[in-house]
């Protein structure tokens, strides 16, 4: 049977609580809310499993700040026996525009830490990921205000849609595959 792991990325705490860069959080906690069961705390994070069609599910939100995140999936990946074309992770992206989704099954980091850090753990830039456009509103030097801040109220107007076609997406890459999952979501 093939298992899967899906993870939001994030940080703990009730500052860090649905900012940008929380959108992977967000997202499974999405997912968790659809499939109907809790997260519970466990071992590097959160963790609510499910099965999905018949398939065994793993979301994570790991506890380990965004910049550590491999050591969480690392850990379920080994705990659970999921290969790593079996992960899907969901993390914010500055170089889309706000809500576009872009999955892949490769990739580099881009320049965000907790995809650096998946990498270096994995040993690989092949995994499967959806990068939710976050914009670039910014101005100069204060990128990491920007990124860590709360969502416009213009874009609060939109956000929960973009955050259940995200899990749609999640869902279908589990249920038909990444590249399905690609066709059917990208840039929309």
């Known amino acids: 049977m093939r298992k899967y792991l899906i993870v939001g990325l994030g940080n703990v705490g009730d500052k860090y609580s649905h900012t940008r860069h929380n959108i992977g959080f967000d997202v499974v906690d999405e997912m968790a ?38 050591n969480a999936i690392d850990y379920w990946m080994k705990k659970e026996n999921i290969p790593v074309d079996n992960i899907f992770v969901i993390t914010d992206d500055l170089n889309l525009d706000y809500g576009t989704i872009r999955i892949r099954g490769k990739g580099s980091d881009g320049g965000h830490n907790g995809l650096k850090h998946i990498q270096a753990k994995l040993n690989t830039t092949k995994y499967p990921r959806l990068r939710f456009g976050i914009g670039d509103a910014f101005e100069q030097g204060r990128q990491v205000d920007y990124v860590l801040g709360q969502w416009t109220d213009e874009q609060k107007e939109t956000l929960q849609e973009r955050i259940s076609w995200s899990a749609q997406a999640a869902f279908k890459f589990i249920f038909a595959g990444l590249n399905n999952a690609m066709n059917e979501f990208n840039g929309k």
Do not use: H, I, W
């Not at 499939?35 to 705390?41: C, K, L």
């Not at 994070?45 to 999905?52: A, D, R, S, T």
């Open 33 to 70: 809310k659809t499939a109907g069961f809790p997260f519970q705390p466990s071992n590097f994070g959160e963790v609510c499993q499910f099965k999905y069609k018949g398939r065994p599910v793993t979301l994570l939100k790991p506890d380990t700040f965004m910049n550590l995140s491999g």
